[in-house]
Structure formats: structure tokens, C-alpha cells
């Protein structure tokens, strides 16, 4: 069964870190580019970063950049998305999804790709004092 999982989240206090991780079961990410994506309580699901298959790429939503940062590690065929200075606005399911598609490119449409193969189920990131 082809499957993504993520870990890494938790409850954090605002301006703290936490490191998410994307694995794969049954494939491997390594040829996949992937996507973050986050789901907040009654609001839509939006894209929040991705990276290309060889990490070159990356793009990330306005509201993260310069405290989020993703990564890959092609060795531990994971994905990681840095996340610090965390603010309540933070708060939500974070989801990884992968894509054969190329779809990390500039722009929204990078961050919102609608065609991603696999996804995560989550993991609740809580940032809260």
C-alpha cells in the first residue's frame, strides 16, 4: 500500500520550532516532488511550501517565508519542513503530498497544485501559550 506519513507535530509555545517529517511506505520519495499543505480549523486547505524531486526548487506562501524552510533528505528518502517562530495563526493539520508532476514552481500555483498523487493523513501542529 502506497502511503505518506508525517510526524513531527505537537503543541508549542508562539515564537517556538517544530520539524516536520514526511516519509513514504511502499516507494520512495525520492522522485516525488512534494508539497506542505495545512488545514486550519473552518478554513480551506492551503499550500504553505513544496521542493522539487532534487531540492532545488522550493517556493513557500507569504505568510511563511523566512521562518519556514523545507528540505530533503534523498539518503533517508524523507522531507522535512523546518518550522520556527511559530505564530497561533500557525495552528492546523499540516499534510505532505507528493507529485510526479513538476509542480513546484514559482507562485501560487506552485503552492496549490491540484494534482498531487499520494497525501498524508496529518499531524496537528498547535501553537498556543
Known amino acids: 500500500q502506497l502511503q505518506l506519513v508525517e510526524s513531527g507535530g505537537g503543541l508549542v509555545q508562539p515564537g517556538g520550532s517544530l520539524r516536520l517529517s514526511c516519509a513514504a511506505s511502499?516507494?520512495?520519495?525520492?522522485?516525488?516532488?512534494i508539497g506542505w499543505f495545512r488545514q486550519a480549523p473552518g478554513k480551506e486547505r492551503e499550500g504553505v511550501s513544496c521542493i522539487s524531486s532534487g531540492g532545488g526548487s522550493t517556493n513557500y506562501a507569504d505568510s511563511v517565508k523566512g521562518r519556514f524552510t523545507v528540505s530533503r533528505d534523498h539518503a533517508k528518502a524523507t522531507v522535512y519542513l523546518q518550522m520556527n517562530s511559530l505564530k497561533p495563526e500557525d495552528t492546523a493539520i499540516y499534510y505532505c503530498?507528493?507529485?510526479?508532476?513538476?509542480?513546484?514552481?514559482?507562485?501560487?500555483?506552485?503552492?496549490?497544485?491540484?494534482?498531487?498523487?499520494?497525501w498524508g493523513k496529518g499531524t496537528l501542529v498547535t501553537v498556543s501559550s
Open positions: 503530498a507528493a507529485a510526479v508532476q513538476p509542480m513546484c514552481v514559482p507562485g501560487p500555483q506552485g503552492l496549490n497544485y491540484g494534482g498531487m498523487d499520494y
Open positions: 511502499g516507494f520512495t520519495l525520492n522522485y516525488y516532488h
